[in-house]
């Protein structure tokens, strides 16, 4: 099992060209697995021994545990793929994930914040040091041009026109896109690119250093950028639900709000699928209704 499990994510890597975010994702769905034969068989059997009532045990197990729905249904998502390897190469005669149901999912509304909270986000950074004048241009540029944190981390200097107000991004999968930056990002990065000092490294590196650094030179991780806006959602008093995708959600939501289109919406978004762009619209609706019922006289 190890072993496939090995050879599996070579070719992620090496013939599908995968992120290292998604061949980690994969490699932790499927040592899950391995984790769980362990512990309830004693052994780990080989892949081909397993069927799918073995698979069904485990994906009920998951379900005990309290994962998720999208987790669970992220992780047989893996298997299948993992099983349709493992046949394509003849190591297994069949698929024994490809019977399994997704769970039913629950569908979630996104938190997203008003445009007042986004103006005191981002208003929170202090101007008058290098760290603050990166935060700023950070949250700026996130919310301006609704971004991952993955593909913020990932900007590059070359990435960045400002003459023309726009930026490429790297999104899941590796594909790019061109998205608008707003004057108040461009001017934001700006002010943060004129004050900060770039290291040896990044001299050496040219346009294809990163935008945003840590005090020591190096890429900034999604994990610091979380910790960073944390401190921000705090001094800006808001929901301790903010998240660094609040942002996005926002980005998208207030997009809707204010009279843009859903496949406008979604190549923005970067979204394969418009059904995963259209649990915005929902989240407009609701405002909508909230306006309304505060608004109307004869609401209620």
């Not at 039913?104 to 008058?128: F, I, M, T």
């Not at 899941?172 to 700006?190: T, W």
């Not at 900034?220 to 921000?232: N, P, Q």
Request: aromatic share 6%; with cysteine.
């Amino acid at each position: 099992m190890r072993s496939s499990i090995a050879q599996f994510l070579r070719y992620l890597a090496t013939e599908r060209n995968a992120s290292d975010l998604t061949i980690k994702a994969y490699r932790e769905d499927l040592m899950g697995l391995v984790d769980w034969l362990e512990a309830t068989r004693g052994n780990v059997p080989h892949p081909s021994s397993l069927a799918p009532q073995d698979l069904r045990t485990f994906q009920a197990a998951l379900q005990e545990a309290e994962y998720a729905r999208t987790t669970i249904s992220r992780k047989l998502a893996s298997l299948r793929s993992f099983y349709k390897f493992l046949m394509r190469e003849g190591i297994a005669a069949s698929n024994p994930a490809k019977p399994l149901r997704n769970p039913r999912r629950q569908r979630k509304l996104p938190h997203v914040l008003s445009n007042d909270e986004v103006g005191r986000l981002l208003e929170a950074p202090p101007r008058e040091s290098i760290a603050g004048l990166r935060d700023r241009a950070i949250l700026e540029t996130m919310y301006s041009a609704g971004l991952r944190v993955s593909e913020l981390v990932g900007l590059r200097e070359r990435d960045v026109d400002c003459d023309e107000q726009i930026i490429r991004v790297r999104g899941k999968g590796r594909k790019e896109r061109i998205s608008p930056l707003g004057s108040y990002a461009i001017k934001a990065v700006d002010a943060y690119s004129r004050k900060r000092v770039r290291s040896p490294k990044a001299e050496s590196l040219g346009r294809d250093a990163p935008i945003f650094v840590n005090r020591f030179g190096n890429i900034l991780t999604t994990r610091s950028v979380g910790r960073m806006l944390e401190k921000y959602i705090a001094l800006a008093d808001l929901d301790s639900r903010t998240s660094p995708h609040t942002l996005r959600h926002s980005f998208a939501t207030h997009l809707l709000d204010h009279g843009a289109d859903i496949r406008s919406v979604q190549e923005l978004l970067g979204h394969k699928s418009l059904a995963t762009t259209q649990i915005y619209t929902h989240v407009s609706a609701a405002n909508l209704r909230q306006a309304y019922e505060r608004a109307h006289p004869r609401a209620n």
